[in-house]
């Protein structure tokens, strides 16, 4: 049950980091549509992309290869992971559309002739480029968490000002 707890816990922390960045992204792309008249859903795509790269990031973090520069200087571990995660998201990416064109043509040749022909490279390297930042955020608040010690940093960002006061770790608000 503890097991679950967690689970459960870690899930839900890392969707909504990732949901509120995702639904950041998405917003400006909106805000960018806009002015062509383009109408986008965006809080159905930044709930659904939220939950899958929360359980990607986890299932990835728990795979041997993910830690392999864990002994070098932070910053590659940083970048490394994601790269990793950039790249998942590129290959889930393509999938995705792939399996769209192959719904609407029914052959894969022509589906993938037509998710050729139909791809905004630039759009979908510019939401890539975005995606990483996100991801480079986590990692990077991810190795901040354990150089100060395993939920530090969410009290920091999370405890009332009264915890803080008590908790002598914390560094003191000088107000």
Same mark, same amino acid.
């Given at each position: ?11 839900? %922390? ?9 639904s ?11 002015? &062509? ?7 159905s795509k930044?709930?659904?992309? *939220?939950?899958i ?12 290869w993910?830690n ?6 932070? &910053?590659? %571990?940083?970048?490394?992971?994601t790269?990793? &995660?950039?790249?998942a ?12 064109? &192959?719904h ?13 022909a139909s ?12 995606? *990483? ?11 901040l968490d ?8 969410r ?21």
């Amino acid at each position: 049950m503890e097991r679950l707890k967690h689970e459960v816990k870690k899930i839900g %922390s890392l969707t909504l980091f990732f949901l509120i960045g995702f639904s950041y992204i998405l917003l400006i792309t909106k805000l960018f549509l806009k002015e &062509y008249s383009i109408n986008t859903y965006i809080l159905s795509k930044a709930i659904v992309g *939220s939950l899958i790269a929360a359980k990607a990031v986890a299932i990835l973090d728990i795979t041997p290869w993910i830690n392999r520069f864990k002994q070098s200087p932070r &910053y590659v %571990s940083i970048l490394y992971k994601t790269l990793v &995660y950039t790249l998942a998201v590129i290959i889930l990416g393509v999938i995705e559309h792939l399996l769209r064109a &192959y719904h609407q043509t029914k052959a894969l040749t022509l589906a993938f002739k037509s998710f050729i022909a139909s791809e905004n490279l630039y759009q979908f390297l510019a939401v890539i480029l975005c995606i *990483s930042i996100v991801f480079l955020i986590h990692n990077i608040f991810q190795e901040l968490d354990i150089y100060l010690g395993r939920g530090t940093l969410r009290n920091i960002f999370l405890d009332s000002a009264q915890s803080r006061l008590q908790n002598p770790t914390f560094p003191r608000d000088e107000n």
